[in-house]
């Protein structure tokens, strides 16, 4: 049974950087065909796309917030992160990691529960 | 500004079908496969479709997908009450080399 769970802080300042953990379990990211992604939900909007990370460390993010954003994994501890620089309060949000497979199409089967932070002075 | 177009909302009464669009691009839903999910408040977004067309183990075949050159269409039949969620339609865009979702359709069943 595959289950993800995400992690980090539910309070940064302004131009602080977040940084979120996902721990996994039921996959690893060493074989072939594996993804782990990051999805983010503002207040009252849509889903947002943030980053994915492939099992050969092929790493792809949202153009939009290309040059804050840091995905890495570490495949001995199970864990995906990621990283985002100067945060703003319009960053504030529910973030998921998720669980995604070569076989599904890289579409998002499993979900982490979320965490919500929150980006104020 | 989503990449992938939806309506807002959708209403429909218990029992009936409703249909949910997703309009998008050749540079996304017409190269790549397109997913659905939905989500409740408070919860982890679901998958119901992938690969266009197919659904995980233990989705009902209430729900359906397809497409059709730069759309989408998710397709709910025998509306419950329990249906009542956003629904949002993925993909990949080839130009962005990066994931994208809909704005989300917020059903109601009336």
């Known amino acids: ?121 | 500004q989503s990449v992938l177009t939806q309506p807002p909302s959708v209403s429909a009464a218990p029992g009936q079908k409703v249909t949910i669009s997703c309009s998008g691009s050749s540079f996304n839903i017409g190269l790549n496969y397109v997913s659905w999910y939905q989500h409740l408040p408070g919860t982890a977004p679901k998958l119901l479709i992938y690969d266009n067309d197919k659904r995980p183990s233990g989705i009902p075949d209430r729900f359906s997908g397809s497409t059709s050159g730069a759309s989408a269409t998710l397709g709910i039949t025998g509306l419950q009450t329990g249906d009542e969620a956003d629904y949002y339609c993925g993909t990949w865009d080839s130009s962005l080399s990066a994931g994208v979702f809909g704005g989300g359709t917020k059903l109601t069943v009336l």
């Open chain 1, 1 to 121: 049974q595959i289950t993800l769970k995400e992690s980090g802080p539910t309070l940064v300042k302004p131009t602080q950087t977040l940084t979120l953990t996902c721990n996994f379990s039921g996959f690893s990211l060493s074989p072939s065909g594996e993804a782990v992604g990051w999805i983010r939900q503002p207040p009252g909007k849509a889903l947002e796309w943030l980053a994915l990370i492939y099992w050969d460390d092929d790493q792809r993010y949202n153009p939009s917030l290309r040059s804050r954003l840091i995905i890495t994994k570490d495949t001995t501890k199970d864990q995906v992160v990621l990283t985002m620089t100067n945060m703003d309060p319009m960053d504030t949000g529910t973030y998921y990691c998720a669980h995604a497979s070569q076989l599904l199409r890289y579409a998002f089967d499993i979900w982490g529960q979320g965490t919500l932070v929150t980006v104020s002075s």
